[in-house]
């Protein structure tokens, strides 16, 4: 590491940025929280009712064609528009 880089790092924080630094992670953890409280209440439900639709997995990334659960949201699986050529799983389409 350089010493300018390291001169930043040990630079001192004021009070606007100790704030920044503590709420954000009151913020991180609630979100770790309620992913968990989330992939919990999905590992109970038995996924009922779907639908085909777009889901975004994060910003920029979308799986088109996806199976959906009605009620939690879950992704269960795609359905590529791949060639049926090159399809070799359980996605396989019956001609
Ligand atoms: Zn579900």
Redesign the pocket.
Known sequence: MSKKKKEIKDKPLDMKHLDIALKCSQIYKIINEANLDLSK??DE??????YIGDYQTHYGHIIENATI??????L?NTVSKTPLSLYTNEYTFKI
């Open positions: 209440l999905r439900c038995d996924h009922p009712k779907t659960c009605f009620v939690c949201n879950e269960l």
